[in-house]
């Protein structure tokens, strides 16, 4: 892959999400319907270290990328340890559902989480 290849996939505007997330799936329904979104279904085809370290230099970190909703975080008792960068790192790699969901890339940009705010900014960086 040449370098221009290398730097436009890099910059392809993304969506990762779960399709069996009603959440995400509402989400997706509401998208403006002339978005350019690349569609990046996290249970079928897992992130890699390379995509999720790409997330983690627009975000600033693992921890905001980290979901402390999921279920698996509540049963692994995981709120009571004390997690550093690399294990947030290493869960979010071991298990789909640790990614805060869903996380839009749009024009070198981040925005994580389903909030409210969050998912208007998407909306408006999409149109």
């Known amino acids: 892959m040449n370098f ?7 910059f392809m ?3 990762y999400y779960l399709a069996s997330c009603d959440t995400c799936r ?5 998208l403006p319907k002339d978005h350019n979104l690349v569609f990046h279904d996290i249970k079928q085809d897992p992130i890699t270290a390379e995509e999720l370290e790409e997330m983690r230099q627009l975000s600033g970190s693992y921890e905001a990328l980290f979901s402390k909703k999921a279920q698996l975080y509540k049963s692994m008792d995981l709120k009571n ?3 550093t960068e690399a294990d947030y790192k290493k869960y979010i790699l ?3 559902t640790f990614l805060s969901r ?3 890339i749009i024009d070198g ?3 994580i ?6 998912m208007l900014q998407v909306y408006k960086a999409l149109t």
């Open 4 to 10: 221009l290849c290398k730097k436009k996939f890099k």
């Open 13 to 15: 505007n993304k969506i």
């Open 26 to 30: 509402k989400i997706i329904k509401s």
């Open 81 to 83: 340890k004390s997690l």
């Open 94 to 96: 071991e298990h789909y």
């Open 102 to 104: 869903p996380v839009f």
């Open 109 to 111: 940009k981040i925005y």
């Open 113 to 118: 989480g389903n909030s409210q705010q969050n």
